[in-house]
């Protein structure tokens, strides 16, 4: 089976969140195509993290984007990021814990999944 990559059209719709991690804001946006309403990349970054925090970030943007735009279920992203642990998640209280910036994506991402059935 080829995979065929689907072009990112020049204007989409997106939803974004904000969500506390132990690394400070990170913002998590979904860009979704017209004709089929289907996430076709995400964006996420942290409010005022510089240097290799961001540089991590945008590769990882840049992979799942791909894997959107080569149809890549979002199950299959949630169930890879969901679970990832850096140090700095033993700051927050259990039930609110994001347990790094892949987890927060995952979260997002599982979100739009239980209420826009991606």
């Not at 290799?52 to 840049?62: G, W």
């Amino acid at each position: 089976m080829e995979l065929v990559k689907k072009e990112r059209p020049k204007v989409i719709d997106s939803a974004s969140e904000m969500i506390e991690t132990g690394c400070g804001h990170l913002y998590v946006t979904i860009g979704f195509d017209g004709e089929e309403d289907m996430p076709i990349e995400v964006r996420a970054a942290l409010g005022k993290a510089g240097g290799c925090s961001n540089c991590y970030l945008e590769a990882l943007n840049r992979v799942i984007s791909l894997g959107f735009q080569y149809g890549i279920p979002i199950k299959e992203f949630v169930a890879e990021l969901m679970g990832h642990q850096c140090p700095s998640s033993h700051m927050w209280p259990e039930a609110e814990r994001v347990l790094s910036c892949p987890d927060g994506i995952a979260k997002v991402l599982d979100g739009y999944c239980k209420t826009r059935g991606g």
